[in-house]
């Protein structure tokens, strides 16, 4: 049996929480995301909302990873990297539009397909996201290389709850969560926009579809960046980010 593990963060990196004291910028705030991302000593790392100058801070200071893509969506770039230890597993990207990139994997005689994904905001934007979703899975059928594949479609889907049970009948896929640390927003406890109201919801999403019958498990779900910054009390980024490792 393989495994991956798996971190997906919208970073928000363009912003910083305006809980933050006047000696904070976007600098240090960079670098305390860069931190989080490095401990987690990822196979795949998946950001949302991720800058230019971001980009260029990870692929400067982490070493052991390597830049695969960036789409530009509503809200700056989706950028998919990979640890080093994987590149001859590495078998291209299969789809890049809208904030949305889909790379191939071959491992333990199975094709997986990581979609990294930052679909449209907004409740009045339901129709829009249906049609992002069916673009891209679209996309995975006419890549199939074999009947036996697996699919991990993950980021920040923007989703509401009343959106999710349409998805996983329409796709067939399961939606893992950690039902004690569910929420990747939480403005009640993350004061970090302007014009944020107390609201918790599961934007970001893990959702697995596996073509046979053979045992897959997603295992050790944790939020990244739930916490404060130490000895401070604003957070780095709006959404807390999801690590998991999913086990084939």
């Not at 928000?12 to 960079?30: A, P, R, V, Y």
């Not at 339901?126 to 996309?139: A, E, G, Y």
């Not at 699919?151 to 920040?156: E, N, V």
Request: hydrophobic share 35%; with cysteine; aromatic share 12%.
């Amino acid at each position: 049996m393989s495994n991956l593990k798996i971190l997906s963060w919208n970073i928000s990196s363009d912003n910083i929480s305006i809980s933050s004291g006047f000696d904070w910028n976007i600098i240090k705030n960079h670098h305390g995301i860069l931190g989080n991302i490095i401990i987690g000593e990822y196979d795949i790392i998946c950001l949302q909302e991720c800058n230019q100058q971001f980009i260029e801070l990870l692929q400067r200071k982490y070493n052991n990873i390597t830049f695969l893509s960036k789409s530009k969506s509503h809200c700056q770039y989706t950028v998919t990297y990979i640890n080093n230890n994987l590149i001859e597993n590495y078998k291209g990207i299969c789809y890049n539009d809208e904030g949305i990139i889909n790379i191939k994997l071959y491992m333990n005689n199975k094709y997986i397909y990581i979609i990294n994904c930052h679909l449209f905001p907004g409740s009045n934007s339901q129709s829009l996201r249906k049609l992002q979703l069916h673009r891209v899975m679209n996309s995975i059928k006419k890549d199939i290389d074999n009947k036996n594949c697996l699919y991990i479609i993950i980021g920040d889907m923007n989703l509401r709850e009343y959106e999710t049970n349409d998805i996983l009948n329409k796709y067939n896929v399961i939606d893992f969560y950690n039902p004690i640390d569910k929420y990747t927003w939480n403005s009640y406890i993350n004061i970090f926009n302007k014009d944020s109201k107390p609201y918790k919801c599961r934007f970001d999403r893990i959702f697995v579809k596996n073509d046979e019958d053979d045992n897959i498990s997603v295992n050790d779900i944790q939020l990244i960046g739930n916490q404060p910054i130490k000895n401070r009390k604003h957070f780095l980024s709006d959404h807390f980010g999801l690590s998991f490792i999913i086990n084939f």
